[in-house]
């Protein structure tokens, strides 16, 4: 009886029919009571989201999956401090994070919303070491700043990992006849807790034997003994690397910075793939904030509202670049300069693919571009010493591996399959890794160049193009950021990844349609989605209706709370409303959730600067600026307020570098004329604000500072006509007042 129930529980699951399986599950429990039923139990009411069912009944268990299906319902509802006294009891300092690399992530995801940043990397490192695959660990650290380079991270040792998980197994046939013959299951979840350490060994060595009832197959993720007639696989169990014992003798560690410590090591089921059951959040850079603070002086058009809370640009028409160009690089190493979709650069890809020749292999595609994609040799299967695995015994279990047949997915792949496919997984995740751990250190034109090296199938997925998107928004490259995150939310109109930010794009370009149409399709797409109500409220925010925009923020907050973008926002609205104590708070609130969302520390900058706290507003500039060093439109702000503090000389450095990061800003340009009149050089100011009129003829704050120069010369002939120009120009009511108080 109890074995049928498990099996249609497992079923039910796989076919999504939760309610069946929860009833199942009861009716197996009232029966059973056992601590591994009320596991399957629990897995059950977290698949159908209802983690608070899970906290209930896993409260207070003692076995290792019971600990971590316990840690991740107390994440879920946002009960840290019990998540990590359950993967890390207080009592019991020696204990092992159960489930591996998932359990590893799981507690890098706790110490990084309790702020310790040292905790979580050390976790997510310890999660990639024992699963190479687990990308979402990876991601993590590129969030936090403290990624490995990507070839270091998918490189040989990663390799090593992922073959020794598949080829674990003897080459026997009768071992791994059957998928639960290749099982390694920690027996210390099967024997009482008074179990001595030898009984344990040899509990663990009979599993080897055919009249062996003591041996274990997994369910839930822990031990079930075996006369159940199942062998059920968890769908919560992630494998770890550790060594396993087949027989009496121990094999080497399989990965050289894993010690073995008895947790359960991976089954070649399709159900035991590494997986983890927490989704993280992906922090969507932010848009730009710009305010006119206590520079009110300077024309409505330079500081509109419309971009004085995201933009970096004097207006409109300088904000955006049709005529930039991308170097490519395509499948054969050759550089091409080109645009994409008819004028656009993502066009680059149908010439890519061109390039790539049918049927060549993904690890000859790139050859020419230097990435390393060989097939590790013979010798390196045998992580022993050197001298055994030039013997002829090991050199014969190696070609004997290779030459297996092993369960992988519910297919039975050979040793030397499993070994290229490892490598160009390693391959592929390298060139991914490398984009988006550029993508969070800012230096964007170097992640789109790594994206590029992506093969036409996966370079056009929804994914990459979002990524390519975000990397031209950082780069106020509203035009292209739009063509990419356009042709993105095309290939899959169903995903919201990079929709919030896609918003900010279209609010950027004063694209209200086409912002009104998005917002509408996402919120009918995913109305529970932080980002379908991020767009919701850029919509509104864009008809300078930033009431109805705020609680639209609010409302992905009340989504999301771990979704700093939105925190951000709610901030920008508060400040439009002049309500600058919320907005501070606001602010802050982001950055306890992700402490280099650099826009929250540009925003307090901003809101200091207003409130001419400058030595506030210099420190918060600074901050933004360490996290992302290569920001115009922050280190403009940072020389306003060095400016506002009397260093002058330091302020112009800064403008300098802020001119020469993106020669397309006017801003910058524009505060140094303004510094250099201050110290009265007015030649360089003036030679400054000639050549700013290139690049943005019809603003009328230029004019209008040209003419207080003029007027500082006693050239009043000459300040006449330029105020003159600049009431034309219909500047804000600030700059017309004070043109007024002049005296024109």
């Not at 699963?131 to 490995?148: H, K, N, R, S, V």
């Amino acid at each position: 009886m109890e074995a049928i129930l498990v099996d249609c529980v497992q079923k039910s699951l796989r076919h999504f029919m939760h309610a069946n399986a929860i009833f199942l599950c009861q009716r197996l429990c009232a029966e059973f009571p056992t601590e591994t039923n009320l596991q399957l139990l629990a897995g059950c009411y977290l698949q159908n989201n209802q983690a608070y069912c899970a906290y209930h009944i896993l409260k207070g268990a003692q076995m290792a999956q019971s600990r971590y299906l316990f840690a991740i319902s107390c994440f879920q509802m946002d009960l840290l401090s019990e998540a990590e006294a359950a993967l890390c009891p207080v009592n019991e300092p020696s204990v092992e994070v159960p489930n591996g690399a998932a359990g590893h992530y799981l507690l890098g995801l706790i110490y990084r919303y309790t702020d310790r940043r040292k905790s979580a990397i050390h976790n997510f490192k310890q999660a990639l070491s024992m699963d190479p695959l687990m990308w979402a660990a990876y991601e993590e650290l590129c969030i936090l700043g403290a990624a490995e380079d990507a070839t270091a991270v998918f490189g040989e040792a990663a390799a090593l990992c992922i073959q020794k998980q598949y080829l674990h197994c003897t080459t026997s046939p009768k071992l791994h006849s059957s998928a639960e013959d290749c099982n390694i299951v920690d027996t210390r979840h099967s024997v009482s807790e008074d179990t001595s350490p030898r009984q344990l060994k040899l509990m663990q060595g009979m599993k080897d034997f055919p009249g062996n009832h003591h041996g274990a197959s997994i369910l839930g993720g822990t031990a079930q003994p075996n006369n159940s007639g199942l062998s059920n696989i968890s769908f919560y169990n992630t494998p770890s690397p550790m060594a396993a014992q087949l027989s009496g003798v121990a094999p080497p560690p399989l990965c050289r910075n894993v010690q073995p410590n008895g947790q359960n090591l991976s089954s070649l089921n399709a159900d035991s793939s590494p997986k983890s059951t927490v989704n993280s959040t992906i922090q969507a850079p932010r848009r730009k904030f710009v305010d006119e603070g206590k520079l009110r002086k300077i024309s409505g058009r330079l500081f509109s509202d419309s971009g004085s809370r995201r933009s970096s640009r004097l207006s409109s028409d300088a904000s955006v670049n049709a005529n930039a160009n991308a170097t490519v690089v395509s499948g054969n190493g050759t550089n091409n300069s080109s645009k994409y979709l008819g004028g656009s650069k993502l066009s680059t890809m149908a010439f890519r693919s061109m390039a790539v020749r049918k049927g060549q292999s993904w690890a000859n595609e790139n050859a020419d571009e230097g990435i390393h994609n060989d097939v590790l040799d013979d010798s390196r299967l045998n992580v022993t010493s050197t001298t055994s695995s030039s013997s002829p015994t090991m050199e014969a279990k190696s070609y004997e591996q290779k030459a297996a047949n092993f369960p992988i997915g519910g297919q039975i792949v050979s040793g030397s399959k499993v070994i290229s496919g490892a490598s160009e997984i390693l391959t592929l995740l390298r060139i991914f890794g490398e984009g988006c751990r550029l993508a969070y250190l800012y230096r964007c034109q170097d992640a789109l160049d790594t994206y590029m090296k992506l093969p036409h199938k996966h370079y056009s997925t929804g994914w990459v193009l979002s990524q390519v998107g975000k990397v031209y928004f950082e780069l106020v490259d509203y035009l292209e950021a739009e063509q990419a995150f356009g042709l993105a939310h095309q290939i899959t109109p169903y995903s919201l990844e990079g929709m919030d930010v896609y918003s900010t794009v279209l609010y950027h370009l004063k694209e209200d349609m086409k912002l009104s149409y998005l917002a509408q399709e996402l919120v009918s797409t995913d109305r529970l989605a932080p980002q379908s109500w991020c767009a919701m409220g850029n919509c509104y925010s864009l008809q300078k209706d930033h009431e109805t925009a705020l609680k639209n923020f609010q409302r992905a907050v009340q989504l999301n709370p771990r979704f700093a973008y939105a925190h951000t926002l709610c901030g920008h609205e508060y400040v439009a409303l002049e309500d600058f104590e919320n907005g501070i708070k606001c602010y802050q609130s982001a950055l306890t959730v992700d402490a280099r969302h650099y826009n929250a520390w540009y925003g307090l900058g901003m809101v200091y600067l207003r409130q001419e706290k400058f030595e506030f507003s210099e420190h918060h500039f600074r901050m933004a600026f360490h996290i992302n060093p290569r920001s115009s439109v922050i280190m403009s702000y940072l020389g306003t307020a060095l400016h506002a503090l009397k260093r002058s000389e330091e302020a112009l450095m800064v403008m300098e570098k802020a001119i020469l990061a993106d020669k397309k800003n006017p801003l910058p340009m524009y505060q140094k004329a303004n510094i250099l009149m201050s110290l009265e050089k007015f030649d360089e100011a003036l030679e400054v604000l000639e050549e700013l009129k290139e690049y943005a003829p019809c603003e009328s704050s230029v004019y209008a500072l040209m003419g207080r120069i003029y007027k500082r010369r006693n050239m009043h002939e000459r300040a006449m006509l330029h105020y003159g120009i600049s009431l034309d120009l219909k500047p804000s009511a600030t700059d017309a007042a004070a043109i007024k108080v002049i005296g024109f």
